[in-house]
């Protein structure tokens, strides 16, 4: 239906002015000679009723200002060839509600596809970027399943789901992302999105128990030193980290690991109790110095039957799918703010400590054992799907938008972005509110108050654009700062290269060379002082030196407002 022009909707006002004015209108006449529909006079003069541009459809988290605002930030991302995904859009228009005065409102988890159904450009739709990855096949005799089963259910019995662990790695490819829908009008732009498909491989080993307890992981990086810049982020200390000729775990890491497990697990193990550690067939879990170790710690190894892990080990069902998942999600926002830059080496170990909590829940650890049917021991729930052969193995959904990590809050913008707008949008509210009252006199002609009605609407919807502008950037350069740190090629000295090493040591390591440079740099710039003074009888002092003898100043009320050297 079209819009009613301006001068119809003048003649309805004026019709609807004239028949309030009379005690007992004739509403059939005033409707001719105005020139008006009968039924919408008498609806608006009788029932009183608003027009439906006046009501505001109460299932509408979004006024229409702040829709408007956030459809202008959708274009211009788009233009920008960052067309924002679903739940982007969903963070951005709980932003709009957190800076109004429903701080605490979420929309809810349909109202981004209402929305977009809604959208005044028809030429945006939700469109796939594809990025394509092989799936593994694989065939197995359902009775060998079975019999494996049984021999699981043996040596499970009576065994406490603290002491049930299974131990793999995961390899990730710096920079490669994920299939996502965005809103965008174009065709083919809108399907690209900057990956690396063949980036360098890091292999991450993790392990995880029935009970749901996790251990620090192993990071594992393609080459032969350890690097400094590696550790310019604020990572846990008992992260592990080492390095390997192709980014594999190979025997002597695993020899290592298996020991930091013993270490890590030992105050688990009441007195004669005896861990279960499930692996795969690798041969690095298989070496005489690895069962050796095992075996001297009473830490049984079950192994899984030859080329079924995907189908039997827990850490391939829910926990990898959810790491991977997360670590593409990770990269497309690298992407999509990053204005192409692609994470490093460097940033790495960053990026994996924003998704590892996410990925590895006590809840998903749990279940990974008991989907795979490990713990409890129940066979059916692999073998009974199986028609003598196994189909190609499922693909996982995980749904990051229902996360609840994932859900929009304060994180979503910076301390300034969280606090500013909302002091803002108080004043912007103050404002109306004086300017509505100017509508209510006499003396203001309807042009005037025309036009001063277009400013009250106007003034929010530039409001909320404003804002959107700013958290576009904040959350750019959030995304970027990591990976805009200057790389340095400097090794971490002190340290086996061909090992395993804590973050820990890396960083105390990395402080002895700050501390060994600073004393260097001392003693130069003592030789300098004795050089251009060798008549003085000040000595040199260091900056230290000078900072713990230097006198505080005072102000009028007694406050410290800096120091002063004596000398």
């Not at 028949?19 to 009183?48: C, T």
């Not at 003592?526 to 000595?539: C, D, F, I, L, V």
Request: one cysteine or more; a positive charge.
């Amino acid at each position: 239906m079209a819009k009613p022009t301006e001068t119809e909707v003048s003649r309805v006002n004026q019709a609807i002015k004239y028949a309030r004015s009379l005690k007992k209108p004739n509403l059939s006449a005033i409707s001719k000679e105005y020139g008006v529909d009968y039924k919408l006079l008498w609806r608006r003069v009788k029932q009183n009723m608003k027009p439906k541009t006046d009501v505001k459809p109460s299932n509408y988290a979004l006024n229409v200002q702040q829709e408007k605002a956030l459809g202008y930030w959708i274009q211009a991302m788009d233009a920008a060839f960052i067309p924002p995904t679903p739940n982007i859009i969903e963070q951005w228009a709980n932003a709009t509600l957190a800076r109004s005065k429903t701080p605490d409102r979420t929309v809810g988890k349909d109202w981004v596809y209402r929305y977009i159904k809604r959208f005044p450009d028809t030429e945006m739709k939700l469109r796939r970027q594809k990025i394509v990855d092989s799936k593994r096949l694989g065939a197995a005799d359902v009775s060998m399943l079975y019999h494996w089963y049984d021999l699981l259910a043996k040596a499970l019995d009576g065994v406490h789901p603290r002491l049930i662990y299974n131990f793999d790695e995961t390899g990730f490819h710096i920079g490669q992302g994920r299939t996502q829908r965005v809103f965008s009008s174009r065709m083919n732009k809108s399907q690209q999105l900057a990956s690396n498909e063949h980036g360098e491989r890091v292999t991450v080993a993790e392990c995880i128990a029935a009970d749901g307890w996790r251990m620090h992981p192993l990071i594992i990086f393609k080459g032969q030193h350890h690097m400094e810049s590696w550790y310019d982020h604020i990572l846990p200390d008992e992260w592990m980290t080492a390095t390997a000729e192709k980014g594999y775990i190979v025997d002597e890491l695993a020899v290592l690991w298996i020991q930091e497990f013993d270490r890590e697990t030992r105050n688990r193990v009441n007195k004669n109790e005896q861990r279960i550690l499930l692996v795969d067939g690798c041969g690095s879990h298989l070496t005489f110095e690895f069962l050796n170790i095992a075996e001297k710690a009473n830490i049984k190894i079950f192994g899984f039957p030859p080329n079924r892990t995907n189908y039997l080990q827990p850490l391939d069902g829910k926990p990898f799918q959810a790491y991977k998942a997360y670590f593409r999600s990770q990269n497309n926002l690298i992407s999509q703010w990053g204005g192409g830059q692609l994470a490093t080496k460097s940033s790495f170990l960053h990026d994996l400590l924003t998704f590892r909590d996410k990925a590895l829940t006590s809840r998903i650890c749990r279940n990974a054992f008991k989907d795979r049917g490990i713990y409890p021991p129940d066979a059916e729930i692999v073998c009974k799907p199986l028609d003598n052969s196994l189909p190609e193995p499922l693909d996982l959904e995980i749904d990051l938008r229902n996360e609840k990590t994932l859900s929009p809050g304060p994180d979503l913008l910076s301390s300034s972005l969280e606090n500013t707008p909302s002091k803002t949008f108080k004043d912007v509210e103050k404002r109306q509110r004086h300017l509505s009252g100017l509508l209510d006199r006499s003396n203001i002609t309807p042009k005037e108050k025309k036009t001063l009605s277009q400013v009250l609407e106007e003034q929010e919807f530039y409001f909320n654009a404003l804002a959107n502008t700013s958290a576009t950037i904040a959350e750019m350069a959030r995304f970027k700062a990591p990976r805009e740190k200057k790389i340095t090629k400097r090794h971490i000295l002190g340290l086996r290269d061909d090992g395993m090493i804590r973050v820990k040591d890396a960083k105390r390591s990395i402080a002895a060379r700050h501390t060994k440079e600073a004393e260097k740099e001392e003693k130069r710039l003592a030789r300098e002082w004795k050089k251009n003074h060798p008549n003085s009888t000040t000595p040199f002092r260091s900056e230290a030196e000078k900072d713990a003898e230097a006198e505080p100043l005072y102000n009028e009320t007694g406050e410290v407002i800096g120091f002063f050297d004596k000398f």
